[in-house]
């Protein structure tokens, strides 16, 4: 079982910057890709964006050139750095780990979810 524990939501205003991070513990080693998700009420759980443990990323064409993810093996923490918001952004984010790219984009098969944080872009 792998504990993921998110930080570094809040209240923005359109066009600013947040950071996210992800802290994982328990069983690591079975984490190969992290990934953060989003969901608006009424909506479905979107991915945003992976990446694996070398380095490899994914985004969703929404987020692409204003998002980055990045991770820290030694620490066990992967960030989302998010630029240019817009009020659309506006979600919940979550902190998904799973141990294949074919399992963290389809939300059924990640294996971890953190309790998600709050990211609000006023406009």
């Known amino acids: 079982q792998v504990q993921l524990v998110e930080s570094g939501g809040g209240l923005v205003q359109a066009g600013g910057s947040l950071r996210l991070s992800c802290a994982a513990s328990g069983n690591i080693f079975s984490v190969h890709v992290m990934g953060w998700y989003r969901q608006d009420p009424g909506k479905q759980r979107e991915l945003v964006a992976a990446i694996s443990r070398v380095g490899s990323t994914n985004y969703a064409d929404s987020v692409k050139g204003r998002f980055t993810i990045s991770r820290d093996n030694a620490k066990n923490t992967v960030y989302l750095q998010m630029n240019s918001l817009k009020p659309e952004d506006t979600a919940v984010y979550y902190c998904?780990?799973?141990?294949?790219?074919?399992?963290?984009?389809?939300?059924?098969?990640?294996?971890?979810w953190g309790q998600g944080t709050q990211v609000t872009v006023s406009s």
């Open positions: 998904a780990a799973a141990p294949s790219y074919s399992s963290i984009m389809a939300p059924v098969r990640v294996a971890s």
